[in-house]
Every structure is written in C-alpha cells, then in structure tokens.
C-alpha cells in the first residue's frame, strides 16, 4: 500500500516557476516508477512526465519538455516536479501517481495503482 501527498501548488504569474513534491508512504515507493499529470477544468485528465523507480530514466510530455523537469528522491520517498517558464496552459490541479507497469510506452492512466489527492497550480497571464 503506498499512499501519496502533493504540496506545492500555487498562484504564479506566467513566466514563473513551482517545485511540486509528492511525498509517499510505505516501504515499497522505491519499487514503483511515478508519474505526474494534470487536469484543467472541463477537461480530462493528462499525462506530464514520468520517472523509473530507479530514477534512470524520464519522459515528458512534449507540452512541457524544455520546461519541467521530474526527479526522485528515493530516501526521502518524494517525487518531485520543477515547473520552470510557466504557462496559463499549465493550469489546473496536478496528481501524482505510482505504477509498476511502465515498460515501454508511458502507462495509460488506468494503469497506475495509487494516486494523490492533487495540488492546485494557477498560472496568471
């Protein structure tokens, strides 16, 4: 069982940076490769960036690349997502999640077993 906590979030102007952590409970957190995503109102859930159990290897969606950076920190079982050069498009509240299932493609979000309560951010034009 692994539970997770975002923090974080926030209103920035654009232009501006966040750093998003995600702290997990439980022994097993440095088992589980962990993705960000994010929803804005009315629209659906979306993929940001994801990172191995062994920190190894990341993905980002193409949205964000150049921009966010995904890191772990398997000690203090946290994850963490740096939001540099924010956007008004950015908006809405981000989630983290674990999955075991990540081989090739990113894990579809119905594939990731537990999943944080959110952290808002708010980019102001």
């Known amino acids: 069982q692994v539970q997770l906590v975002e923090s974080g979030g926030g209103l920035v102007q654009a232009g501006g940076s966040l750093r998003l952590s995600c702290a997990a409970s439980?022994?097993?957190?440095?088992?589980?490769?962990m993705g960000w995503f994010r929803q804005a109102p009315g629209k659906e859930r979306e993929f940001v960036a994801l990172i191995s159990w062994s920190g190894g290897r990341t993905h980002y969606a193409d949205s964000v690349v150049g921009r966010f950076t995904i890191s772990r920190d398997n000690g203090k079982n946290t994850v963490y997502l740096q939001t540099n050069n924010l956007k008004p498009e950015d908006t809405g509240v981000y989630y983290c999640?674990?999955?075991?299932?990540?081989?090739?493609?990113?894990?579809?979000?119905?594939?990731?077993?537990?999943w944080g309560q959110g952290t808002q951010v708010t980019v102001s034009s």
């Open positions: 999640a674990a999955t075991r299932s990540w081989t090739g493609s990113p894990p579809a979000p119905s594939r990731y077993e537990y």
């Open positions: 439980g022994r097993a957190f440095s088992t589980y490769a």
